[in-house]
C-alpha cells in the first residue's frame, strides 16, 4: 500500500530563511508525487508534481522539490521565505489504476518577520 | 480558463438530514474526485468518477453516494447525516484518467448541528 509521511505538523520560518518541509513516500512502484498548498478557507493549489522525469522538480512561487529514492524523500525546499508563504502543505501520492490521491497530514508554515 | 466550481460554500444542516453538493470541473476533465477534510482526520479519498461511471470510492459508508452527469458536473449526497460528517469537501477534476494531476475547486465547508 502507498504512503506518505510528513515530519513536523507545525514549521516556523523567519522572513527571508530557507523553508524544508519534509515529505516520506512509501510505494511498491514508482510514485507519482505531489505537493499542495492549501490557504485558510481555501481548496489546494497545486505547487509541483514528480512524474519520474527530472528529479529535480520546479514549481511555482519559487518552490522546488528532490526526488530521492534511495531515501524515499521528496522534500519541499524554497531558498527565501516570504510572508505570503504562509499556509498549510500537503505531500501527496497518486495511487495509480485508484487515481486517487494519498496524502500526507499537512505541515502548517508559519514566516514571522 | 475557468477553474473547478463548488457550490454551495457553506452548507448548515441538522442530524438526519440529506446534504447535496456540487461540483463543476475545468471545461475539457472527464474525471471528478470527492474528498473530505475533516478536523483531526485529514483529507481522505471519497469518490472518482470518470464517463458517468463510478470508479472508486473509497473507505466511507454507503449514505455517501453521487453521481455525475453528461455534462461531466457531479453532486455529492450525503443522507443521514452524522455530527462527524460536518468537513470541508473538496472536488477536484482532471483529464480522463491515468497520471494526470488532480486541480482542486475551493470547497464546500458542510456544519452538521
Known amino acids: 500500500a502507498q504512503s506518505v509521511t510528513q515530519l513536523g505538523s507545525h514549521v516556523s520560518v523567519s522572513e527571508g530563511a530557507l523553508v524544508l518541509l519534509r515529505c516520506n513516500y512509501s510505494?511498491?512502484?514508482?510514485?507519482?508525487l505531489f505537493w499542495y498548498v492549501q490557504y485558510p478557507n481555501q481548496g489546494l493549489q497545486l505547487l509541483l508534481k514528480?512524474?519520474?522525469?527530472?528529479?529535480l522538480v520546479k514549481g511555482i512561487n519559487g518552490f522546488e522539490a528532490e526526488f530521492k529514492k534511495s531515501e524515499t524523500s521528496f522534500h519541499l525546499t524554497k531558498p527565501s521565505a516570504h510572508m505570503s508563504d504562509a499556509a498549510e502543505y500537503f505531500c501527496?501520492?497518486?495511487?495509480?489504476?485508484?487515481?486517487?490521491?494519498?496524502f500526507g497530514a499537512g505541515t502548517r508554515l508559519a514566516v514571522h518577520p | 480558463e475557468a477553474g473547478v466550481t463548488q457550490s454551495p460554500t457553506h452548507l448548515i444542516k441538522t442530524r438526519g438530514q440529506q446534504a447535496t453538493l456540487r461540483c463543476s470541473p475545468i471545461?475539457?476533465?472527464?474525471?471528478v474526485y470527492w474528498y473530505q477534510q475533516a478536523l483531526g482526520l485529514g483529507l481522505q479519498f471519497l469518490l472518482w468518477?470518470?464517463?458517468?461511471?463510478?470508479?472508486n470510492r473509497g473507505n466511507f459508508p454507503p449514505r455517501f453516494s453521487g453521481r455525475q452527469f453528461p455534462n461531466y458536473s457531479s453532486e455529492l449526497n450525503v443522507n443521514a447525516l452524522e455530527l462527524e460528517d460536518s468537513a470541508l469537501y473538496l472536488c477536484?477534476?482532471?483529464?480522463?484518467?491515468?497520471?494526470?494531476?488532480?486541480?482542486f475547486g475551493p470547497g464546500t465547508r458542510l456544519t452538521v448541528l
Open positions: 477536484a477534476s482532471s483529464l480522463n484518467w491515468g497520471w494526470n494531476e488532480q486541480f
Open positions: 510505494s511498491s512502484v514508482p510514485p507519482y
Open positions: 514528480y512524474t519520474s522525469a527530472a528529479t
Open positions: 501527496a501520492v497518486l495511487s495509480g489504476g485508484y487515481n486517487k490521491l494519498i
Open positions: 471545461s475539457g476533465h472527464t474525471s
Open positions: 468518477y470518470d464517463e458517468g461511471e463510478e470508479r
